[in-house]
């Protein structure tokens, strides 16, 4: 769509946005920031803002996007001054039954009222959320909710009283999801009070809240408790909030129990490392690990680092390891795979030995759990058991499981295994990798899986890094070398890949003398995919070769390939002997 100025501008915005297809008019309300440009702000107060109110019964997809752009609309009706004249449309979107629409129309309300002065927020933002509040359609009142915290700051103490008045009405509301959106909204409203407010007038809302008889609503208690806990005198904290938080650990309903267990490093840092200690630990914490239904103990096992550094090392031990252990038998794949992801993180709240001691057997069980999520989610964080379990352990106990996974039949978890091996042997050394470890390594190089071959050669590069390029000439170029004769086309490729993985590290004399002969030799491959590579990898190769090696053996190669029978081997050789002659002519400029 084209607009010329302020010509027009509004009748074009009319054809398209009245157009029976909904892609263009989808197109229209997108470019109505353009429309709103042109005309300037006074016409787009008074003649765009009316048009686009009459198109509010328009498609779901139409209202999101327009929803969207009234949020950057501001600056386009005039500033801070004019801001208010957005309300009207927003106020209408925030109320229709279609959810994304009305959570964007809140979201862009939030952007409008935080640039109005605060004279216009009391006079039409508030007029607007006592609109929302007493009509009789749902919708409106629970977009209500999620809008009190914005500007609230701005306002005179009266009308602060009357807003919070107005929130304690829809947090009693007759309907569960006003009551439920309520509840959201809560903690945030309640962070913009002080102290005696919040817990004078918030704290009665929130208790009645966290006894709703709908578990939508009582979903939303930790969180709010969480906030609460920032503004409440200790008292009432300890006396009013912890029960309440043992109490939805318990709850008859999973969901309500789940968002304990969803919380509970953010319950531990509110409570205190003394309440999380014993209080905490002991009503919920160890309950939800051994909660009924998967699903929450899922999500407390996955918790279970970020709770446990607020708990003292004697009851990791003597409570919170011997639950998780029984979580590592337990019948549900995902428990224990979530268990797996975290449980070597809580081994900095122990300390070496006492890690050793209680954590690495439930480690190296669930090393072997059937489960290849299982395994894999361990194999993630072998790295972190390294601060923690010295070479006497890795060699005794995790190396016999690695070699094991080395070859499971899940191509992941072999993936997985390779990514560790260079950290694995910085910490052995080179002469227990070269007894223990190298033929794995190179017996990767041939795995079925591409992506497994891949890594494989990745690896070799990070082994050469640790060890040294005289190390990788004397142990792993030999071992590649042997296979560019290999009657399987995709081993000699490989061969060829790690020779090109492997190059930048060398310096240019144990370049030549180890890794070109192979790439050389390989040019003559009746493979044409290999040619074609061997034409890539001469092309990486020629920046670390001396000019003689250029002239005499990477120039007549290459050369060759150029008359070779397959188009893309004639392609990437005459892009290597182009690319190879370009330093040559800029140097004779």
């Given at each position: 769509m084209e607009v010329d100025g302020n010509i027009n501008a509004v009748s074009v915005l009319v054809d398209e946005l009245r157009h029976e297809d909904p892609k263009l008019r989808l197109q229209a309300i997108k470019k109505v920031q353009v429309i709103a440009s042109a005309l300037g702000p006074q016409r787009t107060r008074e003649e765009l803002l009316p048009f686009l109110n009459e198109t509010l019964d328009d498609d779901d997809e139409i209202l999101l996007a327009l929803a969207q752009e009234l949020g950057e609309f501001v600056e386009l009706v005039g500033g801070t001054l004019n801001a208010y004249h957005l309300l009207f449309l927003l106020e209408a979107l925030v109320a229709v039954d279609e959810a994304s629409v009305r959570d964007t129309a809140c979201k862009s309300m939030c952007k409008v009222v935080k640039q109005m002065s605060p004279e216009h927020i009391a006079e039409h933002f508030v007029a607007v959320l006592r609109r929302l509040v007493t009509r009789d359609w749902y919708t409106s009142r629970i977009a209500a909710c999620g809008l009190f915290q914005v500007g609230y700051d701005q306002l005179p103490a009266g009308i602060q009283a009357?807003?919070?008045?107005?929130?304690?009405?829809?947090?009693?509301?007759?309907?569960?999801?006003?009551?439920?959106?309520?509840?959201?909204?809560?903690?945030?409203?309640?962070?913009?009070?002080?102290?005696?407010?919040?817990?004078?007038?918030?704290?009665?809302?929130?208790?009645?809240?966290?006894?709703?008889?709908?578990?939508?609503?009582?979903?939303?208690?930790?969180?709010?408790?969480?906030?609460?806990?920032?503004?409440?005198?200790?008292?009432?904290?300890?006396?009013?909030?912890?029960?309440?938080?043992?109490?939805a650990a318990k709850d008859s309903a999973w969901r309500v129990r789940w968002s304990v267990g969803n919380k509970l490093p953010e319950i531990c840092a509110a409570m205190g490392p003394e309440i999380a200690s014993s209080t905490i630990c002991e009503m919920c914490f160890i309950p939800l690990l051994g909660d009924s239904e998967?699903?929450?103990?899922?999500?407390?096992?996955?918790?279970?680092?970020?709770?446990?550094?607020?708990?003292?090392?004697?009851?990791?031990?003597?409570?919170?390891?011997?639950?998780?252990?029984?979580?590592?038998?337990?019948?549900?794949?995902?428990?224990?795979?979530?268990?797996?992801?975290?449980?070597?993180?809580?081994?900095?709240?122990?300390?070496?030995?006492?890690?050793?001691?209680?954590?690495?057997?439930?480690?190296?069980?669930?090393?072997?759990?059937?489960?290849s999520e299982v395994r894999l989610n361990i194999i993630s964080n072998l790295e972190k058991v390294n601060d923690v379990v010295g070479i006497d352990q890795l060699s005794q106990s995790l190396l016999p499981a690695i070699v094991q996974l080395a070859e499971d039949r899940q191509w992941r978890v072999r993936l997985a295994i390779i990514e560790f091996i260079p950290?694995?042997?910085?910490?052995?050394?080179?002469?227990?990798?070269?007894?223990?470890?190298?033929?794995?390594?190179?017996?990767?190089?041939?795995?079925?899986?591409?992506?497994?071959?891949?890594?494989?050669?990745?690896?070799?590069?990070?082994?050469?890094?640790?060890?040294?390029?005289?190390w990788a000439c004397q142990h792993i170029v030999p071992r590649i070398a042997s296979m560019h004769t290999n009657a399987n086309y995709l081993y000699r490729m490989i061969s060829l890949h790690a020779a090109k993985v492997l190059a930048p590290l060398m310096v240019s004399d144990a370049l030549q003398a180890s890794v070109l002969p192979l790439v050389l030799e390989l040019a003559s491959d009746p493979v044409p995919n290999i040619r074609f590579n061997v034409a890539k990898t001469l092309e990486t190769l020629v920046l670390q070769l001396d000019d003689q090696a250029k002239a005499t053996l990477v120039t007549p190669c290459l050369q060759t390939l150029v008359a070779d029978s397959d188009g893309d081997v004639q392609y990437f050789a005459s892009r290597a002997l182009h690319r190879m002659q370009q330093p040559a002519v800029a140097s004779a400029h």
């Open positions: 009357e807003m919070r008045a107005m929130f304690g009405q829809l947090c009693r509301d007759d309907l569960p999801l006003v009551r439920k959106a309520a509840a959201a909204a809560l903690g945030s409203f309640a962070s913009m009070m002080d102290s005696a407010t919040a817990n004078n007038e918030v704290m009665p809302l929130f208790l009645a809240l966290a006894q709703d008889r709908q578990d939508s609503v009582r979903c939303q208690t930790v969180e709010n408790a969480v906030a609460l806990s920032l503004l409440v005198p200790q008292d009432v904290k300890m006396n009013q909030l912890l029960p309440v938080i043992c109490a998967a699903e929450v103990k899922t999500v407390a096992a996955s918790r279970a680092h970020g709770a446990a550094q607020h708990i003292a090392p004697a009851q990791l031990i003597s409570k919170v390891i011997p639950a998780c252990s029984n979580l590592a038998r337990d019948g549900s794949e995902h428990v224990r795979a979530s268990l797996a992801s975290v449980v070597m993180k809580i081994s900095p709240y122990l300390g070496r030995d006492l890690a050793v001691q209680h954590l690495l057997p439930l480690f190296l069980q669930l090393l072997s759990d059937e489960s950290t694995l042997a910085s910490q052995l050394g080179v002469q227990y990798f070269e007894e223990h470890l190298m033929e794995m390594c190179m017996g990767w190089l041939c795995d079925v899986v591409y992506s497994i071959r891949e890594a494989a050669t990745l690896n070799l590069q990070r082994l050469t890094q640790h060890f040294g390029v005289d």
